[in-house]
C-alpha cells in the first residue's frame, strides 16, 4: 500500500512538472549499525573497527565519512543520507565498505602514494558491493555506488572520476584478493 502512494506521489510531482529525485532509504543508527554487521561479516577477518555516527570520531570538521586508524570509523548520517537520496538506496553501504578498506590498509601497514590509497578502498568498496549482491542477496548497487565515487573525485588525493569508475567495478569482478594484490 505505501508503495503504491509513494508512486502515486511520484507520478502526480511528473504530471505537475516537479522533479522526483531518488526515493532513499532512512539512514539511521540501525542502518549504519546493520550495515557494519552486514560489511563485518564479509571482511571482518582482515579488520574490526568500530563505526561511530556523528561524533566526529576522527577530528574531522564534519562529520561525512572517514577512517582513522585501524579501530575508527567515523560517519555522518546526514552526508550518508544525502548520498542515497542523490545516488539511491545502498550507497551508504558502499562508502562505509570503502572505509572499512581503509582500516585493512591500516591493520596491514599499506601506504600507497595518492592517489591509489583510495582507489584501492574503492575497490574494495566494489568487493562488497558484489558481495552484497551474491550473498545478501541486495539489488545490484555498483551503478550507484559508481556514481557516487565518480562524482566525489577530486583529481589528487582521491584520482579521477574514471579511475574510481574503474577500481570500484574492478573489486567487483575480482574480488578482495585482487584489491589487495593487484593494487
Known amino acids: 500500500m505505501t508503495s503504491k502512494l509513494i508512486n502515486l506521489f511520484a507520478l502526480g510531482a511528473v504530471l505537475a512538472g516537479q522533479s522526483v529525485g531518488v526515493l532513499a532509504m532512512p539512514v539511521n543508527n540501525s542502518y549504519i549499525q546493520a550495515s557494519a554487521k552486514e560489511i563485518r561479516g564479509f571482511l571482518g577477518g582482515y579488520s574490526r573497527p568500530t563505526v561511530y555516527l556523528d561524533q566526529n570520531a576522527c577530528g574531522e570538521p564534519q562529520a561525512n565519512a572517514m577512517a582513522c586508524g585501524p579501530y575508527t570509523i567515523s560517519v555522518g548520517t546526514d552526508f550518508l543520507q544525502q548520498q542515497e537520496s542523490s545516488y539511491g538506496d545502498y550507497v551508504a553501504k558502499f562508502i562505509l565498505a570503502h572505509e572499512w578498506g581503509h582500516t585493512v590498509q591500516y591493520t596491514y601497514n599499506i601506504n600507497r602514494q ?70
Open 114 to 183: 595518492a592517489p591509489m590509497q583510495e582507489l584501492q578502498a574503492d575497490c574494495v568498496g566494489g568487493t562488497f558491493a558484489k558481495y552484497a549482491e551474491t550473498n545478501l542477496r541486495y539489488p545490484s548497487f555498483i551503478e550507484n555506488a559508481v556514481a557516487s565515487a565518480r562524482d566525489a573525485a577530486d583529481y589528487q588525493e582521491h584520482g579521477t572520476p574514471s579511475q574510481r569508475d574503474y577500481y570500484s567495478r574492478y573489486g567487483y569482478a575480482n574480488g578482495f584478493s585482487a584489491c589487495m594484490n593487484r593494487i
